[in-house]
């Protein structure tokens, strides 16, 4: 024993731990239907008609004269940017939807590890998770280890950002 006490509850239910997910992680079936989905639907429902409105955009501002075009490439170079931009915009906009759908599967780690994200982000800001120290007698079953004077801990200090002001001088 560590000479802890032990303060748990009989029919206390013992969290699972949270799977660790890294580079060397192998999705399930079921993960790579949910990617492969996600892939197409981010590429045809998002990134192509946010590629093709930003170069036609971009195609329109060139016209009107808001932008210029290259004297060499002419307006190539501009819509080539603007599809790139567009294309990443819509992949970056489908992240959210696709985490939904992971967290919806239901023996998946990947799901499992994006909800227990979810929990520990939704505490209010400036308040920090901390493990109570009379949960430290569950730690033995965690995937993780905690020093004791980890166990000090009471709250990390809350800093509040200092406000910009275009007025102020760097010497200030």
């Not at 990134?47 to 930003?54: F, G, Q, R, W, Y």
Request: proline share 9%.
């Amino acid at each position: 024993m560590n000479g802890r006490a032990d303060f748990r509850e009989p029919n206390a239910e013992v969290p699972r731990p949270i799977p660790h997910i890294g580079p060397d992680y192998i999705p399930t079936e079921e993960e790579r239907r949910v990617f492969a989905e996600c892939n197409d639907e981010s590429f045809w429902f998002r990134s192509v008609p946010l590629a093709a409105t930003s170069m036609l955009i971009t195609q329109g501002l060139i016209s009107k004269g808001i932008l210029s075009s290259h004297p060499k490439y002419g307006s190539i170079p501009k819509l080539i940017l603007a599809c790139i931009m567009g294309y990443f915009a819509g992949k970056l906009s489908y992240v959210k939807t696709c985490q939904e759908k992971f967290k919806k599967l239901e023996n998946s780690p990947l799901g499992e590890a994006l909800r227990s994200g979810q929990a520990r982000r939704s505490s209010p800001p400036g308040h920090y998770y901390q493990k109570s120290k009379y949960d430290s007698s569950v730690s033995g079953q965690s995937s993780f280890v905690t020093s004791p004077a980890a166990d000090n801990i009471e709250m990390l200090p809350h800093y509040e950002p200092i406000p910009f002001s275009s007025s102020m001088n760097e010497s200030a």
